[in-house]
C-alpha cells in the first residue's frame, strides 16, 4: 500500500474509534442515569420493569458489542484491512441497533412511570 493509502485508512480508522467511543459514552451514561431514575426519582414501585431489565441487557450488548467493534478496528488497521472488513460491518450493525433498542426499551419504561 502506498503511504496515501495508509494515511486514508488511519484516518478513517480514528473516525470509527471516535464514533463507536461516543456510543459507548451514551450507552454508559444511559445505563447509569436509569439506575439513578430508578433509584431516585421513581417513588411509587414502578411498573413495566421488564422494559428496563431489558434495556439493561441491551445496554450491556452495546457496550460489549462495541469493545469488540474496536478490537476488531485495531486488527484492521494492524493488517491494513481488506479480511476484517465484512466483520466490522456486522459488529457496526448490530452495536448501533441493539443501542437504538435499548433507548426504545428504556423510553417505554420511562413513559409508563413518569
Known sequence: MSNGSTESLLDR???FREHVQ???SLATGSFVLSITFLHDIV???PQHVEYLRRSWEVLVLTILLGLVYNYVLSIYVTILGKRYGRTLSVVSFFFHASFVLALYFM???GTANV
Open 107 to 109: 423510553l417505554r419504561f
Open 22 to 24: 461516543t456510543i459507548l
Open 13 to 15: 480508522a480514528k473516525f
Open 43 to 45: 417513588t411509587k414501585a
